[in-house]
C-alpha cells in the first residue's frame, strides 16, 4: 500500500518510558559499574601513586624519620663520584639513541620502500631481543669480546667493560622497540604525494627530505625518546656488563642493597625518574601536536623495484640480523659446550648440574607463574578499566583521574616503582605489609609497571567498536556486563591476545621492577641470571637467558596459533 499524505505528515510512535522497574533496574547496573570505578581509582592510588608518594617522602627525611629538606640532594649532588654517575647515564643514553635511530630508520625503510626478498624474515629476527632479558645480550657480548672473547683482538686495549660494552649492549635491546614505531610512521604515508613528486621528476633523494622525513618527524621524536628512556633507566646491562662504570640506576641498587640507605636511594631515584617524566610530557606534546596524515583518499604508499637501491637494502638488513643472531647464537653456544673457551664440545650440564641439580631451576618455574598470573590479573584489570572508562555512564569527575593513572606508568621506571614498593609496602602500620615478599607484590609490581601499553591497546580496540552497543543493551535493560561477555570481549579478542602475549614476554624478562621485592622462595629467572653471572657462573647464566628466550618464543607462536584458530571464530564478521 502507497503511503498518503496523512501517514507520511503523522509524527513517529512516542517510545513507551520505562517503568519503575526499568529505571531501578538501570539504576543498580550503573551503580554496579560506579563502585568498580572507584574501586580501579582505588587499586591505581595504592598501587602506583602512594609507592612514588612514598619515595618523595623519604627523600626529604634522614634515617631516623626526620624532616631535612633538601640536605640529601645537595649532598649527593656535592659529591664527584655521584656527578659523574649523572653525566655517565646522560652520556650512554644519548649515544645509544644517536646510533640506533639512524639504524632503526634505516632498516624500517627498507621493510616499507624497498621491494627486496625476505622482508617477514627480516621483521622477525629484528623482534628477538624483545624475547631475552637485556642481559643476554651483556653476556654474549662478554663471550665476544671479554677477557677471553673470540673477537677480543678486534678492541685491542679496549675494554669490553664499561661504556663500549653498555652501548653496544643497550643498542641490540632497544633496536626492536624503536623499529616497531618507525615502521608505523612510514607505514602512515600518502602514496599521491610521491606519485605527485616523481610525476614533476623529483629524484629520490629529494623526496627523501621533502616527504620521508617531514612525515615521519613525530615518529622519530617519539622513538629517540623511548630509547633514551630505556637506556637511562635499564639496570640489567650496566649491572652486568660495565665494570666500574657508574650510572643513576647503579647508583640505586648500591644504595638499597649495598649500604641499606633507602633516603639516599630515595634521592638517587627521583633524579632517574626526572628524565622519564620529561621525555613522557615532551611525548604528550607531540602527539597533542600531530595531525591526522591519511586523509579518506588517501592511497597506500607502494614501492617500486629498484634493483641497485633493494640490493643495497637487503644488504644492510642482512647485516644488522646477523648481529641480532650472533648475540643471541653465542649464548645459546655458551649454554650447550663444557667450559668457554677452553672445551668447546657439547654437553647439557650447564641446564643439569648449573640449573637442576643447583636448585636455580625453581626460578625459571617461579618466572612461568607469575607470567601467567600477570596475564590472567593484566588483562582483567587492564582491558576491564580501559571498558569501564570509555562505555559506561556516570561518575565523569572520575574517569579523567583514572585515565591519567593509567598513563603514569609509562613514565616511572621500573626501579623506582620497586623502591616505591619497599618503602611502602614494608611499613609495618601499612595494612598490606602482608603482600611485602610474595609473589602477589612482584605480580602487581609488573602488571603496575606494563599497564600503559596494555591500557592504550585496549582502548584503541574499545573505541574502534560504536557506542551504540551500549545505547541498544542499556534500551533493552541488558545489564553492562552482559554486553561486555556476549559482545566486546568476543569482538576486542585480538587486542586481548596481544596485551596477553605483550605482558608475559615483559614478565618472563623483566628485572628492574622484580629486583627489590623478590625473597628466597620468589626468585625469578631474571633475577637469577644476575646473580649466576656475579658469581662467575656464565655457563648456566646463558642456559638461563636461553630457557627464556625459547619460552618466550613459544608463547608467541600459542599467541599464533590462537589467533588463527579463535578469530576464525568469533571475527568471521570481519570479512
Given at each position: 500500500?502507497?503511503?498518503?499524505?496523512?501517514?507520511?505528515?503523522?509524527?513517529?510512535?512516542?517510545?513507551?518510558?520505562?517503568?519503575?522497574?526499568?529505571?531501578?533496574q538501570?539504576?543498580?547496573?550503573?551503580?554496579?559499574?560506579?563502585?568498580?570505578?572507584?574501586?580501579?581509582?582505588?587499586i591505581?592510588c595504592?598501587?602506583?601513586?602512594?609507592?612514588?608518594v612514598?619515595?618523595l617522602?623519604?627523600?626529604?627525611?634522614?634515617?631516623?624519620?626526620?624532616?631535612?629538606?633538601?640536605?640529601?640532594?645537595?649532598?649527593?649532588m656535592?659529591?664527584?663520584?655521584?656527578?659523574?654517575?649523572?653525566?655517565?647515564?646522560?652520556?650512554?643514553?644519548?649515544?645509544?639513541?644517536?646510533?640506533?635511530?639512524?639504524?632503526?630508520?634505516t632498516?624500517?625503510?627498507?621493510?616499507t620502500?624497498?621491494?627486496?626478498?625476505?622482508k617477514?624474515m627480516?621483521?622477525?629476527?629484528?623482534?628477538v631481543?624483545?624475547?631475552?632479558?637485556?642481559?643476554?645480550?651483556?653476556?654474549?657480548?662478554?663471550q665476544?669480546f671479554?677477557?677471553?672473547?673470540?673477537?677480543?683482538?678486534?678492541?685491542?686495549?679496549?675494554?669490553?667493560?664499561?661504556?663500549?660494552?653498555?652501548?653496544?649492549?643497550?643498542?641490540?635491546?632497544?633496536?626492536?622497540?624503536?623499529?616497531?614505531?618507525?615502521?608505523?610512521?612510514?607505514?602512515?604515508?600518502?602514496?599521491r604525494?610521491?606519485?605527485?613528486?616523481?610525476?614533476?621528476?623529483?629524484?629520490?633523494?629529494?623526496?627523501?627530505?621533502?616527504?620521508?622525513?617531514?612525515?615521519?618527524?613525530?615518529?622519530?621524536?617519539?622513538?629517540a625518546?623511548?630509547?633514551?628512556?630505556?637506556?637511562?633507566?635499564?639496570?640489567?646491562?650496566?649491572?652486568?656488563?660495565?665494570?666500574?662504570?657508574?650510572v643513576?640506576?647503579?647508583?640505586?641498587?648500591?644504595?638499597?642493597?649495598?649500604?641499606?640507605?633507602?633516603?639516599?636511594?630515595?634521592?638517587?631515584?627521583?633524579?632517574?625518574?626526572?628524565?622519564?617524566?620529561?621525555?613522557?610530557?615532551?611525548?604528550?606534546?607531540?602527539?597533542?601536536?600531530?595531525?591526522a596524515?591519511l586523509?579518506?583518499?588517501?592511497?597506500?604508499y607502494?614501492?617500486?623495484k629498484?634493483?641497485?637501491?633493494?640490493a643495497?637494502?637487503?644488504?644492510?638488513?642482512?647485516?644488522i640480523?646477523?648481529?641480532?643472531?650472533?648475540?643471541?647464537?653465542?649464548?645459546?653456544f655458551?649454554?650447550?659446550?663444557?667450559?668457554?673457551?677452553?672445551?668447546?664440545?657439547?654437553?647439557?650440564?650447564?641446564y643439569?648440574?648449573?640449573?637442576?641439580?643447583?636448585?636455580i631451576l625453581?626460578?625459571?618455574?617461579?618466572?612461568?607463574?607469575?607470567?601467567?598470573?600477570?596475564?590472567?590479573?593484566?588483562?582483567?584489570?587492564?582491558?576491564?578499566?580501559?571498558?569501564?572508562?570509555?562505555?559506561?555512564?556516570?561518575?565523569?569527575?572520575?574517569?579523567p583521574?583514572?585515565?591519567?593513572?593509567?598513563?603514569?606508568?609509562?613514565?616511572v621506571?621500573?626501579?623506582?616503582?620497586?623502591?616505591?614498593?619497599?618503602l611502602f609496602?614494608?611499613?609495618p602500620?601499612?595494612?598490606?605489609?602482608?603482600?611485602?615478599?610474595?609473589?602477589?607484590?612482584?605480580?602487581?609490581?609488573?602488571?603496575?609497571?606494563?599497564?600503559?601499553?596494555?591500557?592504550?591497546?585496549?582502548?584503541?580496540?574499545?573505541?574502534?567498536i560504536?557506542?551504540e552497543?551500549?545505547?541498544v543493551?542499556?534500551?533493552?535493560?541488558?545489564?553492562?556486563?552482559?554486553t561486555?561477555?556476549?559482545?566486546?570481549?568476543?569482538?576486542?579478542?585480538?587486542?586481548?591476545?596481544?596485551?596477553?602475549?605483550?605482558?608475559?614476554?615483559?614478565?618472563m624478562?623483566?628485572?628492574?621492577?622484580?629486583?627489590?621485592?623478590?625473597?628466597p622462595?620468589s626468585?625469578?629467572?631474571?633475577?637469577?641470571?644476575?646473580?649466576?653471572?656475579e658469581?662467575?657462573?656464565?655457563?648456566?647464566a646463558?642456559?638461563?637467558?636461553?630457557?627464556?628466550?625459547?619460552?618466550?618464543?613459544?608463547?608467541?607462536?600459542?599467541?599464533?596459533?590462537?589467533?588463527?584458530?579463535?578469530?576464525?571464530?568469533?571475527?568471521?564478521?570481519?570479512?
Amino acid at each position: 500500500m502507497k503511503p498518503t499524505a496523512a501517514t507520511i505528515a503523522a509524527p513517529p510512535p512516542v517510545a513507551s518510558r520505562p517503568t519503575a522497574a526499568g529505571r531501578q533496574q538501570n539504576h543498580w547496573h550503573d551503580r554496579i559499574a560506579h563502585v568498580l570505578l572507584l574501586l580501579v581509582c582505588a587499586i591505581l592510588c595504592i598501587f602506583l601513586l602512594l609507592p612514588v608518594v612514598a619515595i618523595l617522602v623519604k627523600s626529604v627525611q634522614d634515617k631516623d624519620g626526620n624532616f631535612v629538606g633538601l640536605s640529601l640532594f645537595i649532598d649527593y649532588m656535592s659529591t664527584p663520584a655521584l656527578q659523574q654517575s649523572i653525566l655517565n647515564t646522560f652520556l650512554m643514553a644519548s649515544a645509544v639513541t644517536v646510533i640506533v635511530i639512524p639504524a632503526a630508520f634505516t632498516f624500517a625503510y627498507a621493510l616499507t620502500r624497498s621491494t627486496m626478498p625476505g622482508k617477514s624474515m627480516f621483521r622477525t629476527i629484528s623482534l628477538v631481543p624483545i624475547l631475552a632479558p637485556s642481559l643476554l645480550a651483556a653476556i654474549s657480548f662478554i663471550q665476544w669480546f671479554g677477557t677471553q672473547g673470540i673477537l677480543k683482538h678486534l678492541l685491542g686495549s679496549t675494554s669490553i667493560y664499561g661504556p663500549l660494552g653498555i652501548i653496544i649492549s643497550e643498542c641490540y635491546g632497544v633496536f626492536p622497540h624503536a623499529l616497531m614505531i618507525l615502521i608505523t610512521a612510514l607505514t602512515m604515508a600518502d602514496g599521491r604525494l610521491y606519485e605527485a613528486a616523481e610525476s614533476l621528476g623529483t629524484s629520490r633523494l629529494r623526496k627523501f627530505w621533502t616527504i620521508t622525513l617531514p612525515g615521519a618527524k613525530y615518529g622519530l621524536i617519539s622513538a629517540a625518546l623511548v630509547v633514551f628512556t630505556f637506556t637511562v633507566n635499564d639496570f640489567g646491562v650496566p649491572k652486568v656488563i660495565g665494570g666500574n662504570f657508574n650510572v643513576l640506576s647503579i647508583d640505586v641498587y648500591k644504595q638499597v642493597i649495598g649500604q641499606q640507605n633507602f633516603n639516599k636511594g630515595a634521592v638517587v631515584s627521583l633524579l632517574l625518574l626526572l628524565p622519564a617524566l620529561v621525555a613522557f610530557a615532551i611525548d604528550i606534546i607531540i602527539r597533542r601536536k600531530l595531525r591526522a596524515q591519511l586523509s579518506a583518499r588517501a592511497v597506500p604508499y607502494v614501492p617500486k623495484k629498484n634493483k641497485l637501491f633493494d640490493a643495497a637494502m637487503f644488504t644492510y638488513c642482512s647485516l644488522i640480523s646477523i648481529f641480532m643472531l650472533g648475540v643471541l647464537g653465542m649464548a645459546m653456544f655458551t649454554s650447550v659446550i663444557k667450559l668457554w673457551p677452553y672445551d668447546l664440545s657439547f654437553s647439557l650440564r650447564h641446564y643439569y648440574f648449573g640449573l637442576v641439580e643447583g636448585g636455580i631451576l625453581e626460578s625459571y618455574f617461579n618466572s612461568v607463574k607469575l607470567a601467567l598470573w600477570v596475564v590472567v590479573a593484566g588483562i582483567t584489570l587492564v582491558f576491564g578499566t580501559a571498558y569501564l572508562t570509555e562505555k559506561t555512564r556516570g561518575m565523569d569527575s572520575v574517569r579523567p583521574i583514572i585515565r591519567l593513572l593509567a598513563v603514569l606508568p609509562m613514565g616511572v621506571p621500573g626501579l623506582v616503582l620497586g623502591l616505591g614498593y619497599i618503602l611502602f609496602f614494608n611499613e609495618p602500620g601499612n595494612p598490606l605489609n602482608f603482600m611485602y615478599h610474595t609473589m602477589a607484590i612482584l605480580v602487581v609490581s609488573t602488571v603496575i609497571h606494563y599497564y600503559t601499553s596494555s591500557h592504550l591497546t585496549a582502548v584503541t580496540a574499545l573505541k574502534a567498536i560504536d557506542n551504540e552497543f551500549e545505547a541498544v543493551s542499556a534500551s533493552l535493560k541488558v545489564p553492562f556486563y552482559k554486553t561486555f561477555f556476549r559482545v566486546t570481549v568476543p569482538v576486542c579478542l585480538p587486542a586481548i591476545l596481544d596485551i596477553g602475549r605483550y605482558l608475559f614476554v615483559n614478565a618472563m624478562t623483566t628485572i628492574s621492577a622484580v629486583v627489590f621485592l623478590y625473597s628466597p622462595d620468589s626468585t625469578l629467572a631474571s633475577v637469577a641470571i644476575l646473580n649466576l653471572e656475579e658469581a662467575g657462573e656464565i655457563g648456566p647464566a646463558a642456559a638461563m637467558a636461553t630457557l627464556i628466550v625459547f619460552t618466550s618464543t613459544g608463547v608467541c607462536l600459542l599467541y599464533a596459533l590462537a589467533t588463527r584458530v579463535l578469530l576464525k571464530r568469533t571475527q568471521g564478521w570481519r570479512s
